[in-house]
C-alpha cells in the first residue's frame, strides 16, 4: 500500500490514500460535497457539475469537479468560498430551468436531493421565466417504474447502474442538447430485475415505483432496518411502514452483502405481507371444510392428538417438513419441539432440494460472498445466479468486470454472467457428471488451467436433470485442482441455512454438530437415537402408512414437488396434519389444522445466511389477526403436551442457542445490534464442530436422447408469496418452452405457439419462446410456473407442436 | 361623611352602567345564539375544501398540511388521477381527507402550508358533537360542492348562520412564496374561500410601481 498523501479541506488537514477521489475523502472527513451524479458504488462522472470545488495544487485556485479528481499530497480545497458558492447556485439554477416545481405531488419530495440541495445551497430564486421543458408525463418504462422526463436531471446514474452494476442496458440517454432525454428503446421495456434500484439512486422523482407510487409521504413513514427474505443471501434493507402497512423497502448498504441493491423480488416482494388471503386465525376442518376457531382450542385440539399418536406409535410415527421459511429462532424452537416434544428425528427443512444438509451446513472452507472481490478466478457451477441469487450475481459481476476476477460459468444454457465469463462451458441437462469426468481427465485445459490460486466455487443444482450430489462433486473437483478453495454452496429457500444450523435435518443438530443422542444440548434432555428421515423418505413412509401425523411449518411439499400426485397421496393417507403457515397452499388441502402465522416484518429474530452471516431482523408491524410466531406456537403446544420448554421470547432463545449451539456461541442480539451491524459469520472463532470435506460421488451417465429437458429456477415463479404480490404476479413467464431457433424451425414452431411438452412423468403445452440462449438439442422450461404442468425430473423430452 | 360619599362613588358606577345598558349602549353579552358577534375577518374557523371554478378539487393530497399541523390531527391520502375523469388537475388527488376536530387547535398552518390553496378557514366554529366519531370530519363534510357551496353540518338548525361557512376568511400567507424579506408583513389575503379566483400575487416590480404611484 503506497503512502497516505496529506490533503487540507476547509482549513483542515487530514491523511487520506492516494488515489481517492476527492468527494469521497472529503466526506469520509467530515465535509460533505453536494453532488447529483456520483455514487459511492459507480464510477464518477461528473455529468452535474454539483460537486464544484477550488482546489489549489499549486498552480493556482482552480474550479474542478470533486468527484472525478483524486487527492494529491499538498492539495487545498476550498468548498465554501464566495466562488464555489456562486458556482453551486449556478448550478442549481440551470438545473432548475426545466426542472418541475411539482414536489407537492411528487414521490421523492421531501427526501429529494435536488429539493434539500436547492434549499441549502441554491440561490433562492430564479432568473428564468419562460416556460420549463414539458413531456408527457409519468411514463411506464416497466411493470414496476415510471418515468417523468420533465423531472430528470440527467445525472446518469441509472443508466450507469444498469450498464456497470446490473447487466441490462435497457435505459439510455436519446437525442442531444437541449433535447436529451433519458429513456427505454422502443419496443424494449426496462424489464431489468435490478429496475428498483435506479428509483433508489435516482436524485429526483423521474424514476418512481409503481407500488409506492402516492401511498405516502416520507415524514410519516417509521423505519427499522431488517434483511430480505427471498434472496438466500439476505440483503440488507430497510422496512418503510405507515399505518401499519409497509409501503416500500430500500436497500442498505452493507459491505459484505449486498452494497444498498436489491433485486425487485426482494425489494417489491413486500406486498404479499398484507395481501387478504393471509391466514388470520386458527382453522379446524370439520366435515371437509376449514372452520375458524379460538387458539387455545385449537391448541388443545393439536396437543392432544400429537401426544396421543406419539403415545401409541413413538415418535417416529411423526413426521415435521419444513421451518426454513422463519427466524433461526423459530427453527431452534421446531428442532427442539420435534426431538424433544414429539420424539422424532424426521426433521427437514430442505424438504429433498439440492445439495445434502451436511455439505450446507458444514462444508469446509465456506466462501464469503465478500470473497469473490479479491478472488483469482469464481467458478460458478449451479443455477442461473442472475434468477435465483441476484446479490450473488451482481456481486459476482462486478468481480468479473470492475475487479478483473476470472469467471468461468458452467451451466446447461446462457446465463445472465456469460457476458462477462472468461470462459464458459456448456453441457446436456443430465450430463453433469460426465463434464466432471471429463475435466479431471484433462479436457477442456483452457478452463481447468483458470482452476488455480485464489478460487471461489459457487456452487449448487443447475438443472431438475442434475443429480443433486453434483455440486457436492464439483467443490470436491475444485479442492483436487485448487487446494483450498473457498466454497459457497447454494440452495433456495428463506433461510434454509439458518433452519439447517438449528438442526432443522435428519443428521444435524443445532449449531452444526453432527447427529447423535449423546450430541444433544443439555436443556434439552434425552433425545431419540433412532436416525431420521429426509422428505422423500418421510413421503414414502407416509405412503407405506408407517407416518401417522405430519407437521408441516412453512412448507408446501405438493407445491414444491415435481410430482405433486405422489406428494398429495401421500399427505391424504396421514392420519393427521397440522400446519403453521402464513398463506393456505396445496398441500394444506389436506391439513386438520391450520394454525397462522406470523411472517417478514412481524416478527424479532436473527437469520442466517448463505455464507453463515447471522443478521438480525426486526417486528415493525402486528400479524395479520390472530397470527403468531412460530416459536411461541410451539412453546405453547409443548405446554399443552405436558413438556413445556418454556422459551419466554425470541431474544431467551437467541440467548439458549448461544449456550447450546457451538457454532453460535458468542452471538448475541446486542452484538447484532450494536457491533456487527452487518451481521456476523458464524463460528465466530473459527472452530466449528462439524467439517464436511465435499466427496466425489459417481455420477450417473447422461441421457443420449435427441431433445432433453432442462428445468430451472428463475426470478419469478408461482411461490405463495409472489402468487399473493399486486405487481410481482404478473412478471411469472407463465407457462413456456425455451427452444433454440434451428430447433424450432424443425419442429415447426414459431414464437407464441402452443407446444406439447411429455416425459415419462408428465405433459402439458407450454408457449414456445424462440431462444438463442437455449442450446440446440435442448427445452428449457423454468420451473414452477403458474399453470405450468409438472414435468417430473427425467430429463427425456418429446416435444410436438399443438395444431 | 366618608360612609355616604364612599357609597355615592360605588353607586354611580353601577347606575350609569344600569342605564347604559337600558339605553343599549352599554351591552356586552349578545343574545346567542340568535344574534352573532361579529368576527375578525381573519378569524380561525372550522376548515373547508376548495374547488377551482371549473369544479375541480383543489386538493392534490400532498400531505402537506398533515406534515405541518402541530396536533396531529389531519389524515390525508393520495391516489392516482384516472385521466378520463380526474378529480383534481395533474396526477394525484386527496382521496382521504379526515380532520379530527377534537385535537385540532385551529391554528391555521395547514391553510399556510396548502401548496394550492385547498385547505382555507372559515368563521364556523359551532362543531358540537355528541359522539367523537362525529367530529372527524371526513371529505364529505369538508368539501365544498360543485357550486362552491359548503355543507353545513346542521343545515335544518334554525338558529345556525349559513352564512357563517360562505363569508369567511380565506387565504392568508405572511411571505411571498420566494422567502424574500421584502415582502414580510405584506399579508395577502382574500376574503372568500372557495370557488372564488383571485388575481396572482404581483411582482416585486409591479408592487413597487404601485406604491410609487401612491406616493406620487
Not at chain 1, 446447461?412 to 454472467?417: A, D, E, F, K, S
Not at chain 2, 366519531?133 to 346542521?154: C, N, W
Amino acid at each position: 500500500m503506497s503512502e497516505p498523501v496529506t490533503i487540507k479541506v476547509d482549513g483542515k488537514e487530514f491523511e487520506v490514500r492516494p488515489g481517492e477521489l476527492l468527494i469521497k475523502a472529503a466526506e469520509d472527513h467530515g465535509t460533505y460535497i453536494p453532488r447529483f451524479c456520483w455514487h459511492n458504488r459507480m464510477k464518477p462522472v461528473g455529468m452535474c457539475r454539483m460537486c464544484l470545488v477550488e482546489v489549489d495544487t499549486g498552480r493556482g485556485p482552480m474550479m474542478v469537479t470533486a468527484c472525478t479528481n483524486e487527492v494529491v499530497d499538498g492539495m487545498t480545497v476550498d468548498t465554501q468560498n464566495e466562488a464555489v458558492q456562486k458556482a453551486q447556485e449556478a448550478v442549481l439554477e440551470f438545473l432548475l430551468a426545466n426542472h418541475p416545481l411539482d414536489c407537492p405531488v411528487c414521490d421523492k419530495g421531501g427526501e429529494c436531493p435536488l429539493q434539500d440541495q436547492a434549499m441549502a445551497y441554491g440561490p433562492g430564486e430564479s432568473r428564468f421565466v419562460e416556460i420549463k421543458r414539458t413531456f408527457e408525463k409519468p411514463i411506464p418504462i416497466s411493470e414496476l417504474v415510471l418515468l417523468d422526463r420533465e423531472r430528470c436531471i440527467l445525472c446518469a446514474r441509472c443508466t450507469r447502474f444498469s450498464e456497470e452494476i446490473s447487466g441490462d442496458p435497457l435505459i439510455e440517454f436519446q437525442d442531444r442538447g437541449n433535447k436529451t432525454e433519458v429513456n427505454t428503446f422502443p419496443d424494449h421495456p426496462f424489464s431489468s430485475y435490478f429496475s428498483g434500484n435506479t428509483v433508489q439512486i435516482c436524485p429526483v422523482g423521474a424514476l418512481t415505483a409503481k407500488p409506492y407510487r402516492f401511498r405516502a409521504r416520507p415524514w410519516d413513514l417509521h423505519m427499522v432496518e431488517s434483511s430480505s427474505f427471498f434472496d438466500t443471501a439476505h440483503p440488507r434493507l430497510s422496512i418503510h411502514v405507515s399505518q401499519n402497512e409497509i409501503l416500500r423497502l430500500v436497500g442498505i448498504d452493507s459491505e459484505p452483502v449486498n452494497h444498498s441493491w436489491l433485486s425487485d423480488k426482494d425489494r417489491f416482494g413486500f406486498e404479499h405481507v398484507r395481501s387478504e388471503n393471509r391466514l388470520d386465525t386458527p382453522l379446524v376442518r370439520r366435515g371437509g371444510e376449514l372452520e375458524p376457531v379460538s387458539w387455545s382450542e385449537a391448541l388443545d385440539m393439536v396437543g392432544n392428538r400429537l401426544g396421543l399418536i406419539v403415545e401409541e406409535s413413538g415418535g417416529d410415527s411423526i413426521a415435521v417438513i419444513g421451518g426454513a421459511s422463519g427466524t433461526n429462532e423459530d427453527a431452534y424452537a421446531l428442532s427442539r419441539f420435534a426431538r424433544t416434544v414429539l420424539q422424532t428425528n424426521n426433521v427437514d427443512a430442505t424438504m429433498g432440494e439440492g445439495p445434502s444438509a451436511h455439505f450446507l451446513a458444514a462444508s469446509i472452507d465456506r466462501g464469503l460472498i465478500a470473497d469473490v472481490d479479491d478472488a483469482d478466478t469464481v467458478l460458478v457451477w449451479g443455477p442461473d445466479l442472475k434468477e435465483t441469487h441476484p446479490t450473488l450475481y451482481l456481486r459476482v459481476r462486478r468481480a468479473a468486470q470492475e475487479l478483473g476476477v476470472n469467471l468461468v460459468v458452467i451451466h446447461p444454457r446462457v446465463t445472465g454472467l456469460d457476458d462477462r465469463a472468461t470462459a464458459t462451458l456448456r453441457y446436456r441437462p443430465g450430463g453433469g457428471h460426465e463434464l466432471l469426468s471429463d475435466l479431471s481427465d484433462g479436457s477442456h485445459e483452457q478452463v481447468t488451467s483458470l482452476i488455480s490460486g485464489k478460487v471461489v466455487a459457487i456452487v449448487g443444482q443447475a438443472s431438475l436433470a442434475d443429480d443433486p450430489g453434483l455440486a457436492e462433486s464439483v467443490a470436491a473437483f475444485v479442492r483436487e485442482k485448487a487446494g483450498t478453495p473457498r466454497i459457497i454452496p447454494l440452495a433456495n429457500r428463506a433461510n434454509i441455512y439458518g433452519a439447517l444450523d438449528m438442526g432443522l435435518a435428519p443428521d444435524l443438530l443445532p449449531g452444526r454438530v453432527a447427529y447423535g443422542p449423546e450430541a444433544a444440548p443439555e436443556p434439552w434432555g434425552e433425545i431419540p437415537a433412532k436416525r431420521g428421515l429426509d422428505t422423500p423418505g418421510m413421503l414414502d413412509a407416509l405412503s407405506e402408512e408407517k407416518i401417522r401425523a405430519v407437521l408441516l411449518v412453512g412448507a408446501d411439499p405438493v407445491g414444491n414437488s415435481h410430482e405433486p400426485e405422489l406428494a398429495s397421496d401421500a399427505l391424504d393417507l396421514a392420519e393427521y396434519v397440522v400446519s403453521i403457515d402464513t398463506f393456505l397452499n396445496d398441500s394444506n388441502h389436506y391439513a386438520d389444522v391450520i394454525l397462522p402465522a406470523a411472517g417478514f416484518s412481524e416478527k424479532d429474530g436473527t437469520i442466517t445466511n448463505l455464507e453463515g452471516r447471522v443478521q438480525k431482523v426486526n417486528k415493525i408491524i402486528p400479524a395479520p389477526g390472530q397470527g403468531r410466531p412460530d416459536w411461541s406456537i410451539l412453546d405453547d403446544l409443548s405446554t399443552v403436551m405436558g413438556k413445556s420448554m418454556g422459551l419466554g421470547s425470541p431474544e431467551t432463545i437467541a440467548k439458549e442457542v448461544a449456550a447450546v449451539a457451538p457454532a453460535y456461541q458468542g452471538i448475541s442480539w446486542d452484538l447484532l445490534e450494536w457491533d456487527a451491524r452487518d451481521g456476523a459469520v458464524v463460528p465466530l472463532d473459527g472452530e466449528q464442530p462439524l467439517t464436511h470435506i465435499p466427496v466425489r460421488a459417481k455420477g450417473t451417465k447422461a441421457p443420449s436422447a435427441e431433445l432433453l429437458l432442462h428445468q430451472g429456477r428463475v426470478m419469478y415463479d408461482d411461490g405463495v408469496r409472489l402468487r399473493n404480490c399486486h405487481y410481482l404476479s404478473r412478471l411469472a413467464p407463465g407457462p413456456v418452452a425455451h427452444i433454440h431457433p434451428d430447433e424450432a424451425k424443425r419442429l415447426g414452431a414459431r414464437e407464441g405457439v402452443a407446444v406439447r411438452v411429455v416425459t415419462s412423468k408428465g405433459e402439458g403445452e407450454f408457449a414456445a419462446r424462440i431462444d438463442e440462449g437455449t442450446p440446440e438439442g435442448v427445452v428449457f422450461v423454468p420451473l414452477h410456473q403458474p399453470g405450468a404442468a409438472r414435468l417430473g425430473t427425467d430429463p427425456v423430452v418429446r416435444v410436438t407442436v399443438v395444431t | 361623611m366618608g360612609l355616604l360619599s364612599e357609597l355615592w362613588r360605588g353607586l354611580k358606577v353601577t347606575g350609569s352602567t344600569m342605564l347604559k345598558t337600558i339605553g343599549g349602549s352599554g351591552l356586552v353579552t349578545t343574545e346567542y345564539p340568535k344574534e352573532m358577534r361579529h368576527k375578525p375577518q381573519r378569524f380561525h374557523g372550522r376548515h373547508v375544501l376548495n374547488r377551482y371554478p371549473d369544479g375541480m378539487e383543489k386538493c392534490i393530497g400532498c400531505q402537506l398540511c398533515a406534515g405541518a399541523c402541530p396536533a396531529d390531527c389531519i389524515y390525508v391520502r393520495g391516489k392516482e388521477n384516472d385521466p378520463e375523469s380526474p378529480v383534481s388537475p395533474g396526477e394525484r388527488y386527496g382521496y382521504v381527507y379526515e380532520i379530527n376536530m377534537l385535537r385540532c387547535i385551529f391554528c391555521g398552518l395547514c391553510v399556510e402550508a396548502c401548496p394550492t390553496e385547498a385547505i382555507t378557514m372559515t368563521h364556523l366554529f359551532e362543531m358540537s358533537t355528541t359522539n367523537r366519531q362525529d367530529a372527524i370530519y371526513t371529505r364529505k363534510e369538508l368539501l365544498m360542492d360543485e357550486s362552491g357551496k359548503v355543507p353545513h353540518m346542521f343545515p335544518d338548525d334554525e338558529l345556525a348562520d349559513l352564512d357563517e361557512l360562505n363569508t369567511a376568511d380565506g387565504w392568508l400567507r405572511a411571505t411571498a412564496p420566494s422567502g424574500v424579506a421584502a415582502y414580510e408583513g405584506v399579508q395577502m389575503w382574500q376574503g372568500t374561500p372557495g370557488a372564488a379566483s383571485w388575481d396572482p400575487e404581483p411582482s416585486q416590480e409591479e408592487r413597487d410601481r404601485a406604491s410609487e404611484g401612491d406616493d406620487g
